[in-house]
């Protein structure tokens, strides 16, 4: 089971990236997929889950408005789309995905991390 996630980089506030998650070795439209993130000196925390089928999505109140979680079961591939970025959006942003989503972020069963990507955010 592989999961590569790619498009981080360094960006000023204000600006946009947009992070991929691709996917193999597991029947991705099985999966709830989500991205959490993990800031200088801070514990990983939820950024946002999307449900399979894409049936919800759910955010962090920290996120909601700027970032859109979307998924392309065709491609076996999640999406995060981060605008209007902050200082405070700096962090290791990795991919996840699980066998299943209760309530908005609490994954369980078979459970699998991507290595993460870096989003550097300049104020």
């Known amino acids: 089971v592989r999961l590569v996630e790619s498009g981080g980089g360094l960006v000023q506030a204000g600006g946009s990236l947009r992070l991929s998650c691709d996917t193999s070795?597991?029947?991705?439209?099985?999966?709830?997929a989500g991205w959490f993130r993990q800031g200088p000196g801070k514990e990983r925390e939820f950024v946002a889950a999307?449900?399979?089928?894409?049936?919800?999505?759910f955010y962090s109140d920290s996120v909601k408005g700027r970032f859109t979680i979307s998924r392309d079961d065709a491609k076996n591939a999640v999406y995060l789309q981060m605008d209007n970025l902050k200082g405070e959006d700096t962090a290791v942003y990795y991919c996840?995905?699980?066998?299943?989503?209760?309530?908005?972020?609490?994954?369980?069963?078979?459970?699998?991390w991507g290595k993460g990507t870096l989003v550097n955010v300049s104020s």
């Open positions: 996840h995905v699980a066998q299943g989503l209760q309530g908005d972020r609490n994954f369980y069963g078979v459970k699998y």
């Open positions: 070795g597991i029947a991705f439209s099985g999966y709830a």
């Open positions: 999307i449900h399979r089928g894409a049936a919800s999505t």
